[in-house]
């Protein structure tokens, strides 16, 4: 494995501060390898899209998103499912970060998608929306393997909120290698 530093960032797609997702996304942090450094993006103040906000530049928001995304070797989505779907927010995020569509930074980036929730399908239904927008947008998405948190309150330590759910840590683990080997692919034939 390459110890040259990977720049991966982060993108949650909720926006609750006791958000299960989050608690994910700052497990993996910990488990993270250490040559990885992981910036997080917060999507909580971007706009709702309109080209006509857009035709007058990039709010500072959008700005952020995008120069981090351009920079990032890597870009984690971890993401909640609302109504059988990809939440809204997170949506409007990808679609301002997709903008220009010909030269936007999504353009052949690599990406991972996780979710938790509290119910039973492991946001099978909104990765799957993840999945088709990142396509549309040109970025090439991890086929696997999947990260689908079933029953997530049920796998944290009841003190402080952590999560501790052996098998589900030992799985983050493995798809945190398999999405360095995932970028190091797209690296490697830039050279
Ligand atoms: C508007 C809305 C729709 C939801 N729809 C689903 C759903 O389709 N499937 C599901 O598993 N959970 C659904 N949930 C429950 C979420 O999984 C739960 O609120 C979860 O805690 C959200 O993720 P977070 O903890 O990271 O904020 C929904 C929640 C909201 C607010």
Known sequence: MSENKLSITAICGS????????????????????????????????????????????????????????????????????????????????????????????????????????????????QAQVRQTLLAMNAYTMPGPKVLIGSVHEKLNETTGELNDESTLRHLERFLIAFEQWILIFKQSQK
Do not use: C
């Open 15 to 126: 926006l609750r501060e006791g958000s299960f997702n989050r608690k994910v996304l700052k497990a993996m942090e910990e488990l993270a390898p250490k040559h990885w450094e992981i910036h997080h993006v917060d999507i909580s103040a971007i706009p709702l899209y309109n080209s006509d906000i857009e035709s007058h530049g990039d709010p500072q928001s959008v700005v952020e998103l995008k120069e981090s995304i351009r920079t990032a070797d890597g870009v984690l989505i971890i993401t909640p499912e609302y109504n059988m779907g990809i939440p809204g927010v997170l949506k409007n995020a990808l679609d301002w970060a997709s903008r220009p569509a010909r030269s936007s930074v999504l353009i052949q980036k690599p990406f991972a998608i996780a979710g938790a929730t509290p119910g039973g399908g492991g946001t099978a239904q909104s």
